[in-house]
């Protein structure tokens, strides 16, 4: 089951009315498509966040409406941070503002090195017996608070570009400590000298920190046991690689895999093709087409499609075809991120389903066309989608 987070799009003015995933070189996608089942699915019930988390979890198989918790207990499994039954965790995420806007949610492309000297300081001096902070990957982070709240409204950064950060403060349970630390991290990194070089390189800071996604740990059934196969997890991003550790599968770590459009492609894709020899079920999970419609590119967005279609699914689809075994591949987006709105969408997202013991004669593309077409199936429950890939 390969991935391309937030792969689905709207028409973009720019590129003549088309998505990106009609304008992308996608030759193996294209090889593909005549010999599969083309649909669409939900991946995100009804009234719940069209986000990774819950998107995700329902393409590995669990209800999200039954296992949900929140998006920060998800990435503390990812990162190896403990979790007591009353411990709340949410997600830390660095941004950029000028004091009164986000600038930028992901902390204007903050570097690793960077990200862990600002999240350590940020732990030294805001930490607490009952609050402590965890580097994660990026401008992806996590709080974790003992005995703390988790009946608290939460906006996540990516929702509100460019808008005043007054509007969007927590509001509920513990709302007055959420707002406190992250306005006190304002003034800790704002005059960090890693922000100071950061401006003078003429970077966005990352100068604050936002708090969100919080939730309890949740309990997923083992895949194992569930479907009685091995299975591993090839992914960049500890929201996606948490839920993979939660369901009992290998979760490689791939060196260059950023989470960012320029990740390494085909690092990814050489793992992918490590865990098909060793499992009988490879989940690969790709980013950068969620961090270009976040940021509006759509060339770049195009691109990532290139690099996913030439160094993960073309490699991909030369190795199991050279073997010994049948097999099933499956290409969905977990949701919409749309260039034009720069965030997530809801509604149905386009899958494509290959059996190498069963090609079909279709006619249909592989693009968001399909989705206003009523003759075309739809999985109305996103969680039950991998049965098609299993069963």
Known sequence: MVVPDGMADWSVPELGGDTPLMRARTPTLKQLTPNALVGKVLTVPPGMYPGSD????????????THYTGRGPIEASAMGVPLEPTDVAYRCSLISTDGERLLDYSGGGVSQEEAQT?????????????????????YRHVMRWSNGPVEVACIPPHEMQGEPLQDHYPKGEGDITLRRLMEDSYEILDVHPINRRRREEGKLPANMIWLWGQGRAPKLQLFALRWGRTGAMVAEVDVVKGLGILAGLEVPTVPGATGYVDTDYRAIGEYAL?????????YVHIEAPDEAGHHGDAEAKVWAIE????????????????????FR??????HFTPITKRTHAEGAVP??????????????????????QSSVPLVEEGWRLVEMLLE
């Not at 490590?274 to 490879?282: G, L, P, Q, T």
């Open 351 to 372: 899958f494509l389903l290959y059996d190498s013991q069963n090609r079909r004669a279709n006619r249909l593309p592989y693009d968001e066309s399909i989705l206003d």
């Open 118 to 138: 600002l999240i350590e300081i940020i732990d030294t001096k805001l930490g607490t017996p009952r609050i402590r902070f965890f580097v994660g990957v990026g």
């Open 329 to 334: 591949l499956m290409v969905v987006p977990d």
């Open 54 to 65: 819950v998107a995700n979890m329902a393409l590995l198989g669990y209800d999200p409406r």
């Open 307 to 326: 690099q996913i279609d030439q160094h993960i699914l073309a490699p991909m689809v030369a190795h199991l075809h050279a073997g010994a075994h049948p």
């Open 274 to 282: 490590r865990m098909i020899d060793k499992h009988d079920y490879v």
